[in-house]
Nanobody, 115 residues
Framework: QVQLVESGGGLVQAGGSLRLSCAASRNIFSINAMGWYRQAPGKQRDLVAVLTSSGGTKYAESVKGRFTISRDNATKNTVYLQMNDLKPEDTNVYYC????????WGQGTQVTVSS
């Protein structure tokens, strides 16, 4: 198991940027995949971006070219989601995920984009 703590959410105007951070309780390079998901009230939790242990990435179509997932190669325990050109429809609670054979989730961080 791994504990995850997200930070960096907040309120931003459309066109602005935010960077989310996810601090893990252990070395993320040994974790199969780290990802970011988002969920609006009453809706399912959807994949935003994923980063595999080998460095591969995958993004939801709606965020391609705007969001970038990365990891801290120095500390080896933090994953980031750089979000640029934010849109009101990006407003959601964002969750960090670690796949270790089962899903580990953080508590979530709210991102609100005003028009």
């Amino acid at each position: 198991q791994v504990q995850l703590v997200e930070s960096g959410g907040g309120l931003v105007q459309a066109g602005g940027s935010l960077r989310l951070s996810c601090a893990a309780s252990r070395n993320i390079f040994s974790i199969n995949a780290m990802g970011w998901y988002r969920q609006a009230p009453g809706k399912q939790r959807d994949l935003v971006a994923v980063l595999t242990s080998s460095g591969g990435t995958k993004y939801a179509e709606s965020v391609k070219g705007r969001f970038t997932i990365s990891r801290d190669n120095a500390t080896k325990n933090t994953v980031y989601l750089q979000m640029n050109d934010l849109k009101p429809e990006d407003t959601n609670v964002y969750y960090c995920n670690a796949k270790t054979g089962f899903d580990n989730w953080g508590q979530g961080t709210q991102v609100t984009v005003s028009s």
